[in-house]
């Protein structure tokens, strides 16, 4: 692809509202459409076009981008009646960045392939901070045409763009992060309330361990937060228990054992039972404290 195109963006939350902008000040025309037409209010107004429906977006766009909550969200906006798979015309893009299950992304690009349509799954990582500083790290799977039509936009969004294989590889290289990120943030919650316990100045702390082996973007990110007491999302308690519960259906389809996972999930389904679930993932330091 070249030049200027019309990118539809589905999903205009938390991380949604920054990349859709970063588009518009390269230069794209966004067309935007979320289920709150209030939470892309601010978008609007500076200069997006707002559609209705998906199928609206579909309609009237060259790429689409979607970044919504679940894998039932992604599996009726790509492939129900009024989805966008129904609507798009042929030789249009669809970029699938919410975290959804490997086995859809497959579907999608399956279904995409035989209407001449061009799928590709990217999941990020870099919360609300690499979404609005445009460092995200996009994790892909799908063609390596596709991939090389879409980079471009791509790393309008984010600094470490990979194609890591067919589709569902982003979606499984996902799966990696946030198994990663899992038993991380047991670790760092436990090490600031061990600073705390111990008397310790847990600020003075980071600036020792953050910057050796123990060193971690939670670490340095989100460990500021538990010690403010903000335990606002950058990325929701609701969508990580998400994501673990995906990676743990994957992980027993390879027969594999994930005990850190498993705790994980453990300590923030508490945290969702106790009326926490739309907190950020750094909450789980109360559950410590």
Same mark, same amino acid.
């Given at each position: 692809?070249?030049? @200027? &195109?019309?990118?539809?963006?589905? !999903?205009?939350?938390?991380?949604? @509202? ?9 230069? =794209? ?5 979320? #289920? ?10 500076? !200069? ?40 798009? @015309? ?16 497959? #579907?999608? =690009? ?53 194609? /890591? ?5 982003? /979606? ?5 992060? &946030? ?27 980071? &600036? ?16 500021? #937060? ?33 005990? %850190?996972? &498993? /705790? ?11 009326? @926490?679930?739309?907190? %950020? ?9």
């Amino acid at each position: 692809m070249t030049g @200027k &195109q019309t990118v539809g963006f589905i !999903g205009t939350g938390v991380m949604g @509202k920054s990349m859709a902008s970063h588009l518009m000040k390269a230069g =794209h025309e966004v067309h935007v459409y979320t #289920r709150t037409k209030e939470k892309a209010v601010e978008l609007i107004e500076s !200069g997006a076009v707002w559609c209705e429906t998906p199928k609206e977006v579909a309609q009237t766009s060259d790429v689409i981008i979607t970044m919504v909550g679940y894998p039932s969200d992604v599996e009726e906006i790509y492939l129900g009646e009024n989805g966008l798979l129904a609507h798009a @015309k042929k030789g249009t893009y669809f970029i699938d960045m919410t975290t959804s299950k490997p086995s859809l992304a497959v #579907r999608i =690009h399956e279904k995409a392939n035989e209407q001449g349509m061009f799928s590709l799954d990217a999941p990020v990582s870099g919360g609300d901070v690499g979404a609005r500083e445009a460092t995200l790290t996009i994790m892909v799977g799908g063609d390596e045409n596709a991939f090389q039509a879409c980079k471009p936009i791509l790393e309008l969004l984010g600094s470490n763009v990979i194609l /890591q294989g067919d589709a569902g590889a982003g /979606q499984h290289t996902k799966m990696c992060n &946030q198994i990663a990120i899992a038993s991380n943030m047991m670790g760092v919650s436990e090490a600031i309330v061990y600073a705390e316990k111990a008397g310790l100045n847990p600020e003075v702390v980071l &600036q020792s361990i953050s910057s050796g082996a123990a060193g971690s973007w939670s670490l340095s990110n989100l460990a500021p #937060r538990m010690i403010k007491g903000d335990l606002e999302p950058g990325f929701y308690i609701k969508h990580f228990i998400k994501d673990m519960g995906i990676a743990l259906e994957e992980a027993e389809a390879m027969n594999m054992d994930v005990p %850190g996972l &498993q /705790q994980a999930k453990k300590l923030y389904d508490s945290l969702a039972a106790q009326g @926490k679930a739309d907190k %950020g993932t750094q909450a789980l330091y109360e559950l410590y404290k």
